[in-house]
C-alpha cells in the first residue's frame, strides 16, 4: 500500500528554522515526483514546488522560489521542506503529493502538516 | 502562467441531486493534465478524476470528467452525504502546477 507519512505539528516563534518531512512507503520513492502543497487556513492549494528524489533535481513556483529548500534523501524514503527563518504568514498547513508517472497528478497525499508561526 | 477558475463558488444542493462544477483555463491545455480532487473537511485532498476523464482507484462511478480546450467539467451524478466537501481542479503544465480556488459543495 502505497502512503506517505509526514512529520508532525509545529509551533515555532518568527525567525525560527525549520524542517517537516514526509516519508514514503509501499512504493519505489527514488522514480516519482513529490510536491509540496500549502494551504492557509481557509484558503485553498498552493503548489510550492516538486522533486524527483532520484538526482534531486527541484522546481519551485516563483511565489516560493527562495523562500524554502525542498530536498530529499531517498536512502530513507523521504522528502523534506525547509525554512530558513519563519514568518507568521508561513502558518499553514503543509501536504506532500506524489506525483503520478502518468498524469502528473497527485494521486497519493500525505496527511498534512500543521505550522504555525507565532511569537 | 495558466489561470485556472472555477465556478460557482459554492453549490448548495441535495443529497440525490446532480452537482455540475466547472473550470476553466486561461489558455488551451491539453486535457492529459487536467485533475479533479475532493477535500473533506479536516482531511488532506484525494484525487477523484485525472487526465479530464479518468477516475482515480477506488473513486465511485457516480463521479464523472468531462471537457477539453478550456473549459472542464466535474459531474457528481447523484450526491451522497460524504460527497459534501469542496472540489479543487488542478493542471499541469511547464510552469509546474497550479490549482483551481475551489467548489464547495454544500447542503
Known amino acids: 500500500e502505497v502512503q506517505l507519512v509526514q512529520s508532525g505539528a509545529e509551533v515555532k516563534k518568527p525567525g525560527e528554522s525549520l524542517k517537516i518531512s514526509c516519508q514514503g512507503s509501499g512504493y519505489n520513492f527514488s522514480i516519482y515526483w513529490i510536491a509540496w502543497v500549502r494551504q492557509m487556513p481557509g484558503k485553498g492549494l498552493e503548489w510550492m514546488g516538486t522533486m524527483y528524489p532520484g538526482d534531486s533535481e527541484a522546481r519551485y513556483s516563483p511565489a516560493f522560489q527562495g523562500q524554502v529548500t525542498i530536498s530529499a534523501d531517498k536512502s530513507i524514503s523521504t522528502a523534506y521542506l525547509q525554512w530558513r527563518s519563519l514568518q507568521a504568514s508561513d502558518t499553514a498547513i503543509y501536504y506532500c503529493?506524489?506525483?503520478?508517472?502518468?498524469?502528473?497528478?497527485?494521486?497519493?497525499w500525505g496527511q498534512g502538516a500543521l505550522v504555525t508561526v507565532s511569537s | 502562467e495558466i489561470v485556472l477558475t472555477q465556478s460557482p463558488g459554492t453549490l448548495s444542493l441535495s443529497p440525490g441531486e446532480r452537482a455540475t462544477l466547472s473550470c476553466r483555463t486561461s489558455?488551451?491545455?491539453?486535457?492529459?493534465?487536467l485533475a479533479w480532487y475532493q477535500q473533506r473537511p479536516g482531511q488532506a485532498p484525494r484525487l477523484l478524476i485525472y487526465?479530464?476523464?479518468s477516475r482515480a482507484t477506488g473513486i465511485p462511478d457516480r463521479f464523472s470528467g468531462s471537457g477539453s480546450v478550456t473549459d472542464f467539467t466535474l459531474t457528481i451524478s447523484r450526491l451522497e452525504p460524504e460527497d459534501f466537501a469542496v472540489y479543487f481542479c488542478q493542471h499541469y503544465g511547464s510552469s509546474g502546477i497550479t490549482f483551481g480556488p475551489g467548489t464547495k459543495v454544500d447542503i
Open positions: 503529493g506524489r506525483q503520478s508517472m502518468f498524469s502528473s497528478a497527485l494521486d497519493y
Open positions: 487526465g479530464t476523464y
Open positions: 489558455q488551451s491545455i491539453s486535457s492529459s493534465f
